[in-house]
């Protein structure tokens, strides 16, 4: 890395004064105007004439929820590492600077340099929820790149997407140059490279992304097409040209240990979503659940090594002022060697009065000790995620939690000193039943009961528990055994939260529980975007020229937009959402091989039907597929 990167600067470029995109007047008329200044603590200045290629890498929200994504952090930290590369931070402009950025036709800009996205090289994307699409539109279209990328000249940047939402590429194809479908870490060095040696030979835009088409893990929209038969089903997907792959297999890290980690953060100026250092302890998850997109994309499992995590630890409590410490992980509990890390960074942390947060724990014992190991002394809730109110629809959903795990944990929670309790369920589930929705109602009122079974009066803090029941509403997602199932309606949704919420009125703790419950009409449309195809690209084009932006944020999610450019389009969103796909029909995700073949997730949809459960990755193998990579625990002995 070059002696000015990772160096706290207000200057770019040769000693020049860093000059802001904004002005002083807008900057002082603006909300947080904190969010568009750069130059935080850590952030990496480079010299723009001594680097071959500007990355610039967008997130697609709100700036507190970007600099909150561990993903952004570890490819900012990767790419500035790359002594040819400069890689600087873009997030998409709040609504008030969005309308002033318009009336004054201002460029969207990167918070390091302050220079215009359109002078790129790339502009690179994350994916991370399906709400966020038409923030992608707002973001080209405030940085004046044509928002077709077969529409892009010489001159535009070359606009890269990734995230778990690349998976389904297919209802944002017509915006993006290429997807990286997988894990950033391995293909960019070799991306780079490619381009610079076109870019030097003059070989165009158009030849460039020919060639990135043949690297592993790139998906080139333009260079493939899709046909469809009377009832809107595919008929075929299929390469334009000779020598582009009819799949993609997506990238993977087989040695996390053996990568880069942003061990100095960007610290931000404000408070973000989780304003906190995040230390990935590994990736995968042993778990299995039917439901979980996460748990079947970035298997398998893969630790890092216990020694390489204390040292990050080490260096990023002294490369930052944070006062607390997150473990990340899709289930923290299944950590081979936690206990050992856990008692380091408590010895470490309480040196420094460092907290420790410990999410997607397991409800048992050994969980348990370990949160009472980290919060001491003060007991904040903790969170329970059952997904579902009977055991039947647990087994369906593979679960693998029983009500006896549950309740025990409860009631190891209560004597260790926790009294508020936040239970986290799902609503239209397949197979569900009027008897599983009451289960949930019936199931809190136990865990309440477990409480005051549990503590004596006397050392009850203000006498009563507090237990918090929220329910979502199942979006059936791609690459998982439910990809194939039905969605059910906004009405039936509405239903179901109806039933929930009398059926805790009746509980004899009632008074105990509070109940919470999400908006039915985003998620409906979540679905549509979730298994949608590239007929939907028009569609998000269309609500996004209506004025829709900051679909994830409620208050600004405007759901007669949606459904007016789905009629306009001649599109349903009953086709997209509410209908069972039969096992033979080809899936617009279908030419992505993502290390869990198709096979596994059809034997596993059958086994939710009749509710069977699988067991995890470390008692049995299931064959899902990802044993091909030959790394993580597929090769390591199992328990």
């Known amino acids: 890395m070059t002696a000015i990167a990772r160096e706290h600067s207000t200057e770019c470029g040769k000693g020049a004064p860093r000059k802001l995109a904004l002005s002083d007047d807008i900057l002082m008329s603006i909300e947080k105007p904190v969010r568009y200044i750069g130059g935080e603590y850590n952030s990496v200045m480079k010299d723009s004439e001594e680097v071959k290629v500007r990355f610039a890498m967008c997130f697609p929200d709100v700036y507190e929820i970007g600099m909150s994504h561990l993903g952004i952090q570890i490819l900012y930290d990767m790419f500035n590492s790359m002594e040819d590369v400069w890689c600087e931070r873009v997030y998409s402009p709040w609504v008030d600077l969005d309308a002033i950025m318009r009336s004054r036709h201002i460029p969207l800009f990167a918070l390091e340099s302050q220079d215009p996205v359109k002078e790129f090289d790339f502009l690179g994307i994350t994916l991370q929820y399906e709400m966020c699409y038409t923030n992608v539109l707002q973001v080209l279209d405030l940085a004046q790149i044509p928002l077709k990328a077969t529409d892009r000249g010489e001159d535009c940047p070359i606009v890269i997407g990734g995230g778990p939402c690349s998976y389904n590429p297919e209802p944002l194809a017509d915006f993006f140059d290429i997807f990286y479908i997988g894990e950033g870490e391995t293909r960019y060095r070799e991306l780079m490279t490619l381009y610079e040696d076109c870019r030097d030979r003059n070989l165009g835009r158009v030849e460039f992304l020919r060639r990135a088409a043949k690297l592993p893990g790139l998906y080139v929209p333009r260079f493939y097409d ?52 995040v230390l990935e302890i590994q990736r995968g998850c042993i778990r299995g659940c039917r439901f979980c997109q996460a748990g079947q994309l970035y298997r398998p499992v893969r630790e890092r090594d216990v020694e390489t995590l204390k040292k990050y630890a080490l260096e990023m409590l002294d490369g930052t002022g944070y006062e607390e410490i997150s473990l990340s992980s899709l289930s923290s509990s299944d950590y081979s060697r936690l206990p050992e890390l856990v008692d380091f960074l408590i010895e470490e942390c309480s040196k420094r009065h460092v907290n420790i947060s410990l999410p997607s724990l397991r409800i048992d014992a050994f969980s348990l000790d370990v949160m009472s190991k980290v919060q001491d002394v003060k007991k904040s809730s903790l969170t329970f995620a059952p997904e579902a109110g009977s055991q039947r629809l647990r087994n369906v959903i593979n679960k693998g939690l029983t009500e006896e795990a549950i309740l025990k944990g409860a009631a190891l929670a209560f004597e260790g000193g926790w009294t508020r309790v ?156 509410h209908r069972e796909r039969s096992l033979e029909e080809i899936l617009p995700w279908d030419f992505i091989d993502c290390g869990v073949t198709k096979d596994f997730l059809k034997r596993e949809w059958q086994k939710a039907q009749r509710g069977e459960v699988s067991e995890n990755c470390s008692q049995k193998c299931q064959g899902c597929g990802a044993a091909a990579f030959g790394c993580g625990i597929c090769v390591e002995p199992r328990e």
């Open 422 to 577: 936040k239970l986290y369920f799902m609503l239209g589930l397949p197979t569900e039943t009027q008897e599983d929705i009451r289960g949930i109602a019936e199931l809190s009122n136990k865990i309440a009961a477990t409480y005051f079974d549990t503590v004596p009066k006397e050392r009850r803090a203000g006498g009563r528990v507090q237990i918090v029941a929220s329910t979502s509403f199942f979006v059936p997602k791609p690459f998982t055994p439910f990809q194939w199932a039905a969605q059910c309606t906004k009405e039936d949704f509405l239903d179901k939260a109806y039933l929930t919420r009398t059926a805790i009125s009746e509980q004899l703790n009632q008074k105990s529980i509070k109940y919470n419950w999400h908006e039915a009409d985003a998620s409906v449309m979540e679905g549509v975007l979730a298994r949608g195809d590239r007929r939907l690209c028009d569609v998000i084009r269309r609500v996004y020229e209506k004025g829709g932006f900051y679909d994830a944020w409620g208050e600004y999610y405007d759901n007669d937009r949606w459904l007016e450019a789905m009629e306009e389009c001649g599109l349903s969103v009953d086709f997209y959402t």
């Open 226 to 277: 899709v046909t469809y038969r009377e009832d809107g089903t595919i008929e075929r997907f299929f390469p334009l040209e000779e020598g582009i792959p009819d799949t993609i297999m997506k990238e993977i890290v087989m040695d996390l240990t053996d990568t880069c980690y942003p061990t100095k953060p960007v610290i931000p100026f404000i408070k973000v979503t989780q304003d906190r250092l």
